[in-house]
Nanobody, 122 residues
Framework: QVQLVESGGGLVQPGGSLRLSCAASGRRFSIYAVGWYRQAPGKQRELVAAITSGGSTNYADSVKGRFSISRDNAKNTVYLQMNSLKPEDTAVYYC????????????????WGQGTQVTVSS
């Protein structure tokens, strides 16, 4: 089991950039697939980007070409680089991890952290 803490959110103008960090504690983080999710007010949580233990990535259509997920297993951290941000990217962003890719993609995960707020506004 790993514990995850999100950070790096904030207020940014449209067109700006932010980098979110997901720091993990626990053993063998490198074998977990990790996903970044977001939840906007009044909407369901959705998967934004995910990365396998081997480094393969997957993105929601709404963020393709703008967001990039990466991992540094030596630092037990997964990053979400967000560029060309839009007001519709405003949400609380969460990360989570699982050994099963299908479970990660489904979002049917048992526990969630506090998340980090991203607000895109002029």
């Amino acid at each position: 089991q790993v514990q995850l803490v999100e950070s790096g959110g904030g207020l940014v103008q449209p067109g700006g950039s932010l980098r979110l960090s997901c720091a993990a504690s626990g053993r063998r983080f490198s074998i977990y697939a990790v996903g970044w999710y977001r939840q906007a007010p009044g909407k369901q949580r959705e998967l934004v980007a995910a990365i396998t233990s081997g480094g393969s990535t997957n993105y929601a259509d709404s963020v393709k070409g703008r967001f990039s997920i990466s991992r540094d297993n030596a630092k037990n951290t997964v990053y979400l680089q967000m560029n060309s941000l839009k007001p519709e990217d405003t949400a609380v962003y969460y990360c989570n991890a699982d050994l099963a890719w299908t479970t990660l993609v489904s979002g049917a995960l048992g526990s969630w952290g506090q998340g980090t707020q991203v607000t895109v506004s002029s």
